[in-house]
């Protein structure tokens, strides 16, 4: 009797590594245009050319077999490396600092997002995955929150797609709308860095939305920005418990709980301890933000290149005006609790 041989480690991730190199070299390629691109247009970043080239692709012709599964691959665990290397731009003491002034403003603005993304995207006949990715992505911290939320609800390429695309419409409106709104009200700098730093998702478009107001604003609206991004942990590890509860039927133990927590938020707290003991050099730090994008890029890269267009077709205009109605919840309800807090001057 002949026994078949046990492939070693190392052979199965040299196959492995075979496998993906395809679809993860296109995937890079995209990036590096979309990069580029940002470059030259400073307020598009990189994640956004890169999932736009990736759709038209995709619109144009579906990708070979061969790049599937580095696509695949690019799209689910390199996305998910990319939000580890996000905790490089968070320390403790900014987050104590911070959090405990905006955190009213914080809280009180992504309860309302994520309670009018359930209630107004289910009255709207939207679906589950779609309204939960969009409320995410206004509430929180835009293309990142949908990328760390993506895989534990099972959303599809075609919904995280749509809730990005959605999530970038009303950034490009902030980065017009909200300085002339802080300028009207007679804003000062900190208090419209708290504004700008809860009221938009995506760390570019805060820097965007800050600095036309004022070079003041900027260093306070980031920081904010940054301790929201936090607010990514809570609300994932919540939607994993109530997803395995509606597989499974029942209660949980908190074992099984410990077990549902993704292993990049876990990444992702780790990096940011180690930040803030000052372990992580500023250059370093640079690098591991600039390739924390650079891996978003090419993450949303593969998705665009797995649209499904006929998906997009059927999800219509109401997202995109779920997308607006939280856009204008949330900065309304920011503006209010800084009000409210005695945060206007």
């Known amino acids: 009797m002949q026994l078949t041989p046990v492939p070693t480690l190392p052979h199965r991730l040299g196959?492995?590594?075979?496998?993906?190199?395809?679809?993860?070299?296109?995937?890079?390629?995209i990036a590096v245009a979309a990069t580029f691109i940002g470059r030259i247009v400073p307020i598009l970043g990189a994640a956004v050319p890169a999932i736009v080239i990736g759709v038209a692709i995709a619109l144009?012709?579906?990708?070979?077999?061969?790049?599937?599964?580095?696509?695949?691959?690019?799209?689910?665990?390199?996305?998910?490396?990319a939000v580890v290397l996000l905790g490089a731009q968070l320390s403790l003491v900014s987050i104590f600092q911070v959090g405990l002034e905006s955190l009213p403003v914080m809280l009180s603005s992504l309860a309302v997002c994520l309670f009018g993304a359930w209630a107004i995207g289910r009255a709207m006949g939207i679906e589950p995955?779609?309204?939960?990715?969009?409320?995410?992505?206004?509430?929180?911290?835009?293309?990142?929150?949908?990328a760390a939320v993506a895989p534990v609800i099972g959303a599809a390429s075609a919904e995280v797609a749509y809730a990005i695309s959605t999530i970038f419409l009303f950034n490009i409106l902030a980065v017009v709308i909200?300085?002339?709104?802080?300028?009207?009200l007679n804003m000062d700098p900190h208090t419209f860095g708290l504004f700008a730093g809860t009221a938009v998702n995506d760390t570019s478009s805060v820097v965007a939305t800050a600095s036309v107001f004022s070079a003041?604003?900027?260093?306070?609206?980031?920081?904010?920005?940054?301790?929201?991004?936090?607010?990514?942990i809570p609300i994932t590890v919540t939607l994993a418990v109530v997803e395995a509860r509606r597989d499974a039927?029942?209660?949980?133990?908190?074992?099984?709980?410990?077990?549902?927590?993704?292993?990049?938020l876990i990444g992702f707290l780790v990096v940011a301890v180690i930040h803030s003991l000052g372990v992580i050099t500023p250059g370093l730090q640079s690098f591991l933000v600039a390739a924390s994008i650079f891996l978003i890029?090419?993450?949303?890269?593969?998705?665009?290149?797995?649209?499904?267009a006929a998906a997009l077709r059927r999800a219509g205009l109401r997202p995109l005006l779920?997308?607006?109605?939280?856009?204008?919840?949330?900065?309304?309800?920011?503006?209010?609790?800084?009000?409210?807090?005695?945060?206007?001057h």
């Open 15 to 29: 196959r492995r590594a075979l496998e993906v190199w395809p679809g993860v070299a296109a995937c890079v390629l």
């Open 60 to 81: 144009v012709r579906r990708p070979h077999e061969r790049l599937r599964a580095g696509i695949a691959y690019s799209s689910k665990f390199l996305l998910q490396c």
């Open 129 to 146: 995955r779609l309204r939960t990715l969009i409320g995410v992505g206004t509430g929180i911290c835009g293309a990142s929150a949908i």
């Open 178 to 184: 909200f300085p002339a709104i802080g300028h009207l």
């Open 216 to 232: 003041l604003a900027l260093g306070y609206a980031v920081v904010v920005k940054l301790v929201r991004t936090l607010m990514i």
């Open 249 to 264: 039927g029942s209660g949980m133990s908190a074992r099984q709980i410990g077990k549902l927590v993704p292993w990049f």
């Open 297 to 308: 890029a090419v993450a949303l890269a593969a998705i665009g290149l797995s649209t499904d």
């Open 322 to 344: 779920l997308g607006a109605v939280l856009w204008v919840l949330v900065a309304a309800t920011s503006l209010s609790v800084i009000w409210l807090t005695g945060g206007f």
